[in-house]
């Protein structure tokens, strides 16, 4: 007999799992892969020796959605079933377009809402951070500001809805303030997090671990925080694919004289052409070359 649970926390072979009840158990999943992530649905049982708090994970769920990164050696998730991705960046530490880019191309490939919140909306550098995500704006991106510790009243009043019913991954580069974030939204967040690493036997709350946490466990609202923002690998994406993966260029796509245009360098493309004119952000071209560059490498290999 197994019983359903939640991954709510990940860490290399071990995982807590939480029963419908609320209780939560170290489990272990079968054989030697390792394949959950949180987010994931699993049928568990009881392991014979270990006692009531451990058990073998011994079926995954399908799964809704899967958000992932890949470099050329390895693939690594994010976290399963999400219902929305916040990525949070700020003016200080300023955000790295490229990586903002990334984390849309993936969430856009993995058919996962996603918005985009500036935090630290009172420093200074938030006005050079903000003329940055304007290309994103007007592609139709969902951008919002904030300053979490200055000013926690609108801080909720944004995330509340924003987050309300939903189980939302939290992604964003290092000092930006999402544990900021954590402690204003989740009620005894140091407590989820003490026990969840205490359970993985982890030590260190910050940055290797996966974690679910409950905003409001009733009403089905959760944020999920989770490393690995910066190395934002996409070789699992076809280079063919790219351009659609990224609003602005798919824009023009029609208008190319080519039908496998690669928007680089033949005659007749709608893509340079909106370039040119200023409908594409310079910023946002150079990045797709990049990307361009980085994949067509990976296929060839
Ligand atoms: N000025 C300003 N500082 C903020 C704001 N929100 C958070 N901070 C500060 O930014 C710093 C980083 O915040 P954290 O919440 O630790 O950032 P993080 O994203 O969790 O960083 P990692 O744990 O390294 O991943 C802290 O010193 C916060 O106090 C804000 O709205 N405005
Ligand atoms: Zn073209």
């Given at each position: 007999?197994?019983?359903?649970?939640?991954?709510?926390?990940?860490?290399?072979?071990?995982?807590?799992v939480?029963?419908?009840?609320?209780?939560?158990?170290?489990?272990?999943?079968?054989?030697?892969?390792?394949?959950?992530?949180?987010?994931?649905?699993?049928?568990?049982?009881?392991?014979?020796?270990?006692?009531?708090?451990?058990?073998?994970?011994?079926k995954?769920?399908?799964?809704?959605?899967?958000?992932?990164?890949?470099?050329?050696?390895?693939?690594?998730?994010?976290?399963?079933?999400?219902?929305?991705?916040?990525?949070?960046?700020?003016?200080?530490?300023?955000?790295?377009?490229?990586?903002?880019?990334?984390?849309?191309?993936?969430?856009?490939?993995?058919?996962?809402?996603?918005?985009?919140?500036?935090?630290?909306?009172?420093?200074?550098?938030?006005?050079?951070?903000?003329?940055?995500?304007?290309?994103?704006?007007?592609?139709?991106?969902?951008?919002?500001?904030?300053?979490?510790?200055?000013?926690?009243?609108?801080?909720?009043a944004?995330?509340?809805?924003?987050l309300?019913?939903?189980?939302?991954?939290v992604?964003?580069?290092?000092?930006?303030?999402?544990?900021?974030?954590?402690?204003?939204m989740?009620?005894?967040?140091?407590?989820?997090?003490?026990?969840?690493?205490?359970?993985?036997?982890?030590g260190?709350?910050?940055?290797t671990t996966?974690?679910?946490?409950?905003?409001?466990r009733?009403?089905?609202?959760?944020?999920?925080?989770?490393?690995?923002?910066?190395?934002?690998?996409?070789?699992?994406?076809?280079?063919?694919?790219?351009?659609?993966?990224?609003?602005?260029?798919?824009?023009?796509?029609?208008?190319?004289?080519?039908?496998?245009?690669?928007?680089?360098?033949?005659?007749?493309?709608?893509?340079?052409?909106?370039?040119?004119?200023?409908?594409?952000?310079p910023?946002?071209?150079?990045?797709?070359?990049?990307?361009?560059?980085?994949?067509?490498?990976?296929?060839?290999?």
């Amino acid at each position: 007999m197994t019983a359903p649970g939640l991954v709510v926390a990940a860490h290399g072979r071990h995982f807590i799992v939480e029963t419908p009840e609320g209780t939560r158990l170290t489990c272990h999943p079968r054989g030697k892969k390792s394949d959950c992530v949180v987010g994931d649905r699993v049928r568990w049982q009881p392991t014979g020796s270990g006692g009531e708090d451990e058990g073998v994970i011994q079926k995954i769920d399908p799964r809704r959605n899967l958000l992932f990164r890949q470099d050329e050696w390895k693939t690594k998730s994010f976290a399963a079933n999400l219902d929305r991705i916040i990525v949070l960046v700020a003016g200080d530490p300023m955000f790295s377009e490229s990586q903002l880019t990334r984390a849309l191309i993936a969430a856009e490939d993995a058919g996962i809402d996603v918005c985009v919140v500036l935090n630290k909306a009172d420093l200074p550098q938030a006005a050079l951070a903000r003329e940055r995500l304007a290309p994103y704006r007007a592609m139709g991106v969902e951008v919002h500001d904030c300053s979490i510790k200055h000013d926690a009243e609108a801080a909720r009043a944004l995330f509340g809805p924003l987050l309300a019913g939903r189980t939302t991954l939290v992604l964003g580069p290092s000092g930006t303030g999402k544990s900021t974030l954590i402690n204003l939204m989740v009620p005894e967040a140091a407590a989820q997090v003490g026990e969840i690493s205490t359970a993985l036997n982890s030590g260190r709350h910050t940055t290797t671990t996966t974690r679910w946490y409950w905003v409001d466990r009733p009403a089905g609202t959760a944020l999920i925080d989770s490393p690995g923002f910066q190395e934002f690998g996409l070789q699992q994406i076809d280079v063919q694919r790219l351009p659609r993966l990224m609003p602005d260029l798919r824009a023009h796509i029609g208008d190319c004289r080519f039908y496998n245009c690669t928007h680089r360098q033949e005659p007749g493309c709608g893509v340079r052409a909106a370039v040119e004119r200023g409908d594409i952000s310079p910023s946002r071209y150079r990045i797709y070359g990049e990307l361009f560059d980085e994949l067509s490498r990976s296929s060839h290999r």
